[in-house]
Each structure stands twice: as C-alpha cells, then as structure tokens.
Nanobody, 116 residues
Framework: QVQLVESGGGLVQPVESLRLSCVAS????????MGWYRQAPGKERESVAT???????KYTDFVKGRFTISKDNTKKTVDLQMNSLKPEDTAVYYC??????????WGRGTLVNVSS
C-alpha cells in the first residue's frame, strides 16, 4: 500500500506564492509518474503538472510560466512551486503517483485559497 501526504496549502492573496509538497511512502513500489491535480468547487478534477521518473514534465496551459514541478527520486517527494497565484487557482490540490504497475494513488488533498 502506498500513502501520499500533501502539505503547504493555505490562504494567500492574489499574486502571492505557495509551495506544495507531497511525500510518498509505503511498501515497495516503483514510480512511473508523479503529479499534481486540482479540483475547484463544482468542477471536475484536472491535471496541473506531471513529471516522469525520467524527468519529463508537462504543464497544463493555465499554469505555464507560473508553476514549477520538481521531484526527488530518492526521497520520493514531488513539489509544486506556485507563483503569481490567481483567484481562479483556488481548489483542492491532490498529489498523484502512477506506479509502474499502472496503479494510481492519490493523496487526500490540500486546500489552496487565493483571495483578497
């Protein structure tokens, strides 16, 4: 079993920054892709950024130039640096791990609230 624990969410004002962190732990598993997703009230969950074990990164258009995803393979962590936050970035942010076994794991989420 794999556990994902997110941290770093909170309330910030527009144009401010936040850094989300996620650590994966549990029984032996091999990570294929780590990523961040978000779900705003009344909307479906959507991808924000993903990074493969080899370091290939994809960003959704609405965060390009503002968010940066990074990982540490040894520590099994994935971070999301979020700059120039906008009210529309308000959502619950979820950490995701896709294992090489193709099993998907999700964290419980951390709330990011961007409001003046």
């Amino acid at each position: 079993q794999v556990q994902l624990v997110e941290s770093g969410g909170g309330l910030v004002q527009p144009v401010e920054s936040l850094r989300l962190s996620c650590v994966a732990s549990g029984s032996r598993f091999n990570i294929a892709v780590m990523g961040w997703y978000r779900q705003a009230p009344g909307k479906e969950r959507e991808s924000v950024a993903t990074i493969t074990s080899g370091g290939s990164i994809k960003y959704t258009d609405f965060v390009k130039g503002r968010f940066t995803i990074s990982k540490d393979n040894t520590k099994k962590t994935v971070d999301l640096q979020m700059n120039s936050l906008k009210p529309e970035d308000t959502a619950v942010y979820y950490c995701n791990v896709l294992a090489r076994s193709l099993t998907n794991y999700w964290g419980r989420g951390t709330l990011v609230n961007v409001s003046s």
